[in-house]
C-alpha cells in the first residue's frame, strides 16, 4: 500500500521543524527524518495505531510519535497522511 503526504500535512510539518530549528537545526533535521520514516512505515501494517481521537471513523488513525500526533486515512490503495498535532483539537473543514 502507499503512502501519500498531503500539502497540508507538509506545511504544518515545515512551521513545526523552523520552530525547532530555531533552537537547534540537527534536531530539526533529525524529527524530520524520523517524523517521515515513521509514516512511510505505515505502509506496513496500517492499523496498528489508534483510531483518532478528532474523528468517528475507524479509517482515520493517530500514529503517535515524540507527543505528536499524525492523522491518516486508510483507503483502499493508499494511506493520506494529512495532519500533524500537538495540544490542540484538530477538525479538518475538507474532512478527509
Partial sequence: MNVRILP????K???VLEKIAED????????RREVLRECYSLSDFSYRCRR???YNDDTIRD???KG???IYKITDDE???F???KYEDYKDENDQ
Avoid at 537547534?24 to 524529527?31: L, N, R, T, V
Fill in 8 to 11: 497540508s500535512f507538509i506545511a
Fill in 13 to 15: 510539518l515545515q512551521f
Fill in 24 to 31: 537547534k537545526k540537527s534536531a530539526a533535521h533529525m524529527f
Fill in 52 to 54: 483518532s481521537i478528532h
Fill in 63 to 65: 500514529l503517535i510519535f
Fill in 68 to 70: 505528536w500526533s499524525v
Fill in 79 to 81: 494511506i493520506k497522511v
Fill in 83 to 85: 495532519a500533524l498535532t
